[in-house]
């Protein structure tokens, strides 16, 4: 069930102060008001003649949360809402399931949430400008919202930015509607794309296969790649498919859940109001998710998957990272600072100290009692 799902219920009296509320809208002059954007589209031939002007009174945005589901929302966004211009798409890329949430304004405190690979050398002069140019766009653009569907999956980062969005939206009186991306079964997902890529590669389970297609000529992988699409397309259609987060859908995929969009009735805004604002007096480390929710926890909640996932041989914690990823949706730059703090605790040695976890090596020591 999702953080959402389990919003519903019983109303608690309305928690939003007084001033926060935004008087009723009403249409520019010589234009009747419209009950919705869905109303827009399918009046097109009523309204066209005037849509220059409604679409500055009705706008539509998309709220989601990271660069990989706002890179494939503008990619899905030509078939799914056409209309829709580019700039409506708003990533609010702040993890505010990490860190301080007590005030969002403070760049300080969110910078790691905004820019976790701001420690790596190879990226950190560019940290800054990330930051600034989130402050000075993104935050903006979501302020100025009329109406908005809000994208998130189930990992921590994304249920607490739907949380976030939901409180903001309902404290200045913005209608939003919800596209919860949890998952499909196979026989829903559409037929494979046809690849126009001028150079392809084909990745199996099989390392042996995999080393004699790395050396196969172009002309012979464009043959056998329909087969091997086929193969693996009849395997998923038999599976239950369980997406993490948005930016794991293909364009396809995105349509079938945006068909199952749902507007959020004034009654449930106002408990997820109420949960983020209990989040935030929390104000714990973390936010994780338990059962489809997102709760408080210490900092160190990861860590003892951390070190399950830490061979005794020296390995690259690129490899920790990964297998540790594998159970938990959370930031890998995260898991790489839990492993530099592990290390400074004495539960696990660095080897080789690169900057980031692609350089480094790490190994785990078994104590041995007596």
Known sequence: ???????????????????????ARTAP??????????RLRAGRGI???SWVLEKEYIRMYWICFGDSAMGMLVFARSALAPEMDRSRIISLIDDLSIGDISDLQDREARSFGICPWQNDPEFADSAG?????????????????????IWY????????????????????GVPFSMVHVDRLDGAQLPPPERSAASAIGIVTEN?????????T??????QILPSIVQKCSRKRRAQLVVYRGVGELMPGEAAIFYSRQRRVPECEAKLLYSRWEQLVRENAPLRVLQNGKPVSAPVGYYDEAILANTPEEETRAAVVVGRTLGNFAVNDCFIFERIRALALAGRLEI??????????TVWRKIRVDG
């Open 351 to 360: 080897v080789k100290n690169g900057g980031n976890y692609r350089e480094t």
């Open 153 to 172: 999956g189930d990992n921590p980062a994304e249920q607490c930015g739907m949380l976030r969005a939901a409180h903001d939206l309902y404290a200045r």
């Open 29 to 38: 002059k010589g234009l009747a008001p419209l009950e919705s954007h869905s």
């Open 217 to 222: 000529p172009q002309f012979l992988l464009r």
């Open 1 to 23: 069930m999702s953080s959402a799902d389990g919003a519903q219920g019983l109303c608690p009296r309305d928690p939003r102060p007084s001033p926060g509320r935004r008087p």
């Open 47 to 49: 309204f066209h003649a």
């Open 129 to 149: 400008e990330y930051v600034t140019s989130y402050y000075r766009k993104a935050l903006p653009a979501f302020e100025a919202v009329d109406e908005a569907i």
């Open 207 to 215: 390392q042996r296969l995999n080393f004699i297609l790395r050396h």
